[in-house]
Each structure stands twice: as structure tokens, then as C-alpha cells.
């Protein structure tokens, strides 16, 4: 009897590690991040900003901002804390020029020499919460959250880039994570005073050269990052209300909310590959990697 209860418990031990090995585990990176607000794929790797600062304060001014560049787990410092960056945000690569929205200004790097001084990309006064890029042509636009302003600029030279060169756009109320696809640009709205209102929701403009937004939905709340899948059906976003991360099905006009699998605090400017989605979770200073496969 002893031998056939042994046997027994053997058995469903085996049964239960067997399905432990089966549960797929959710992927995070934290090696050297201190809050990240902003992800990349790149090249096969994945880029991370990195704010490094003492508090979690994403308008502070303390120039320990930095970038790192994850390979699988690990990380290597790709544009170090040279008192340049400060709440790095927004990232987007143009030309071998990576580009980063950081407070009251834009700083752009060479990649083939990331040690060289950077260019500056100043923006008028008051313009605080820069903090997402997206390209159309040769055009950038800005998002500055705590005026709801999208800025214009000439990108079609990254290494003689005009400076000064910034034109407004359009506002958009809390304008915080762009993309665009062909001649559509879509806008998540974030409240900056952290007051939901029924203007903060995703905005879509459907043709760039007649800036007009209209609300994509009437679903509220405090959205940050944006992404679209590589057919542009699925819109991605991540929302502090709730700590959701879903996506708007642009064909059926649902919105489907993902179940990460671990515990995300505050979801930043979440970005994809095709196959993951990277969300970084800003005061938690990890980035979970979630497979849309």
C-alpha cells in the first residue's frame, strides 16, 4: 500500500512540474534601469531611456538621463549620463540619428560616434513635457504634453539639422504618444494636471496636410503610449487609468484590453517589433515584454 501511495504522489509531482514547465513566464528587463519611460526595437535589440534621477519626476532637470541598449536580458549604456538628458522620453531613429524628447527640448545623436556632443533642439519657453516623435517623410512631429502642442520639424538632414527650426502644428488636448500610418496620425491624450477628462481619449487625424483631430472614441482616461501592429489594424496604447494595456481594432471599432502577466504601475510609451510589445513601467523601472504572436 505504501508503494502504490509513493508511486502515487511521484506521479502527480511529475504531473504539476510538467505543467510549471508549460507555463510561459513573462519576460522583464530591469539591468540598469532607473525609471524608463520610452522603448525601440533596433537592429534586433531594444533601446530603453533611462532617467536615473534620485526621485521619479519626469520634468526633472538633474541631467542623469541616459540610454541603454538591451540585448536578450543584459544591457550595455549606449549614450551615457553626460548631463545632457534628463526624463528621456519619446525615441526614434532617423538616418543613423537617434532623436530623444527629453524636457523643454529635443537632443539628437549620432550613433556611429554616441560619445559626440549631441544637437539641441530647444523649444520655446513654457513647452516643458516633450515627449513623443513620429516621422512622415521627411517631417518629425512633437508632442509637448503640458500644452497639448504638436510641433513640425525638417528632418531630412539629421546631420545638418536646422535647430531652430520648429514650427507648430496642431494642439491636441494633453498630446502625449503619436504615430502615423501612411496620412493618418493617431494622438493619446494625457491629462498633465493627472485629472481625467472627457478630452482625454485617443484622437486620430486623418489627413496630415488638414490637421483636423476628431476623437477616435469616447473612452476616457490618462493615455500615454501608442503603437500599430504591422498590418495597422490593431492600435496599441497603455493607459495609467487602470494600468491597462489593450489595443483599439481599427476594423471593428473594439477595444480589447492584454493581461500582461505581471504587475505594471504606471505603463509608459510602450513599442513594438511585430511579435512583442515592450511597456515600460515608469515608476516600477522595468520594461515587460508581452507576446502578440
Not at 513566464?25 to 525601440?40: H, M, N, R, S, Y
Request: hydrophobic share 40%; aromatic share 8%.
Amino acid at each position: 500500500m505504501k508503494k502504490r501511495i509513493f508511486l502515487a504522489a511521484v506521479a502527480v509531482a511529475a504531473v504539476a512540474c510538467s505543467s510549471a514547465e508549460k507555463t510561459p513566464t513573462t519576460p522583464v528587463l530591469t539591468d540598469k534601469i532607473v525609471f524608463c519611460e520610452a522603448t525601440l526595437p533596433l537592429d534586433g535589440k531594444l533601446l530603453v531611456g533611462s532617467f536615473g534621477s534620485d526621485e521619479f519626476n519626469p520634468l526633472n532637470t538633474e541631467g542623469k538621463g541616459y540610454i541603454l541598449e538591451f540585448t536578450d536580458t543584459v544591457s550595455r549604456v549606449l549614450i551615457p549620463a553626460d548631463g545632457t538628458l534628463s526624463a528621456p522620453k519619446g525615441l526614434l531613429v532617423k538616418d543613423g540619428y537617434l532623436f530623444i524628447a527629453d524636457v523643454g527640448k529635443m537632443a539628437v545623436y549620432n550613433l556611429a560616434a554616441p560619445n559626440e556632443k549631441p544637437k539641441i533642439v530647444p523649444f520655446p519657453e513654457g513647452e516643458l513635457f516633450v515627449n513623443d516623435m513620429a516621422l512622415h517623410g521627411n517631417t518629425l512631429y512633437v508632442t509637448v504634453t503640458n500644452t497639448g502642442s504638436i510641433y513640425a520639424l525638417n528632418v531630412a538632414r539629421p546631420s545638418q539639422l536646422d535647430t531652430a527650426g520648429l514650427k507648430p502644428y496642431v494642439t491636441v488636448p494633453g498630446a502625449n504618444g503619436i504615430v502615423i500610418r501612411g496620412d493618418t496620425m493617431y494622438i493619446a491624450s494625457y491629462p498633465p494636471d493627472g485629472v481625467t477628462t472627457q478630452d482625454n481619449v485617443i484622437y486620430r487625424i486623418d489627413n496630415i496636410s488638414t490637421p483636423v483631430a476628431t476623437k477616435l472614441f469616447d473612452r476616457p482616461g490618462q493615455y500615454d503610449g501608442l503603437a500599430l501592429s504591422g498590418d495597422g489594424g490593431r492600435l496599441y496604447f497603455t493607459n495609467w487609468v487602470d494600468s491597462e494595456v489593450g489595443y483599439y481594432d481599427l476594423g471593428t471599432g473594439k477595444t480589447e484590453l492584454l493581461t500582461p502577466g505581471v504587475g505594471i504601475e504606471g505603463p509608459a510609451r510602450l513599442s513594438t517589433d511585430g511579435k512583442k510589445l515592450y511597456v515600460p513601467d515608469l515608476p516600477g523601472s522595468k520594461v515587460v515584454e508581452i507576446d502578440i504572436r
